[in-house]
C-alpha cells in the first residue's frame, strides 16, 4: 500500500466508532474489549482495491461473537450463491436476507463495482436492475451496526469469472483476538 498508494482514505474505528460506516482515524485509544474495524484499499496498475475486516482485542463477549457470525455467513453466502446474469439488487438480497433472517438490517449497499474508481456503478443495492456479467468486479459487504456500542462490516473485492463470483482478498475472515 505505501508503494503504490491507497485506493481511498483508511477507516479506522475503535469501540463505538466502529459503528460509525466511514469513521474516521481519531486520538481515541484502543481498549481492551473494543471491536477494531478497519476499511482499506490499495491501486496497482490503475486499479483499485477495497477490503474490510474486524479485529477484536482481548477477550470478546457472546453478542460480538453472536454478531460477527451473522455478517460472516451473510458474506459468504452471498458470495458463494452469486452467479453471472443476476441483478445486482438479487445479489444484494443474498446477503441481505441472511441478516434480515437473523433480525438486523443495515441502511447501506451491500456492495458496489470496483474500477480505475473504488466506488463504481453498478450499486450493488436493493434498486439496482444492472445484470452482473462475467469480468465485472464488485465488493460484497454486509454490516450489522449496534449504534453507540460497536459495529461489524466484512468486506472482500471479488471477480465474476466464468459464472461465479470469486474472491481476490486471500485475508483470514475467521474471528481474530488480539491478546
Ligand atoms: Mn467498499
Redesign the pocket.
Known amino acids: 500500500m505505501v508503494r503504490h498508494g491507497v485506493s481511498f482514505d483508511t477507516i479506522v474505528g475503535s469501540g463505538p466508532n466502529s459503528s460509525i460506516i466511514h469513521s474516521e482515524p481519531s486520538d481515541r485509544v484502543i481498549e481492551q474489549g473494543d471491536v477494531v474495524q478497519l476499511?482499506f484499499?490499495c491501486i496497482l496498475d490503475g486499479f483499485c482495491s477495497?477490503c474490510?475486516r474486524v479485529l477484536f482485542m482481548g477477550n470478546v463477549d457472546e453478542e460480538f461473537k453472536k454478531i460477527y457470525d451473522i455478517v460472516y455467513e451473510a458474506h459468504k453466502f452471498a458470495i458463494d450463491n452469486a452467479k453471472a446474469g443476476m441483478k445486482a439488487s438479487e445479489i444484494d438480497a443474498l446477503a441481505r436476507n441472511i441478516v434480515k433472517l437473523s433480525g438486523y438490517d443495515f441502511n447501506h449497499a451491500v456492495?458496489?463495482a470496483?474500477g480505475k474508481e473504488?466506488?463504481e456503478k453498478p450499486v450493488i443495492s436493493p434498486k439496482d436492475e444492472t445484470i452482473i456479467e462475467n469480468g465485472m468486479v464488485i465488493?460484497i459487504?454486509p454490516a450489522i451496526y449496534i449504534e453507540g456500542k460497536f459495529g461489524i462490516r466484512i468486506?472482500d473485492?471479488c471477480l465474476m469469472k466464468d459464472g461465479e463470483l470469486v474472491s481476490l482478498n486471500n485475508t483470514t475472515k475467521e474471528i481474530r483476538i488480539i491478546e
Open positions: 476499511d484499499g477495497d474490510s456492495g458496489h470496483v473504488v466506488h465488493t459487504e468486506e473485492t
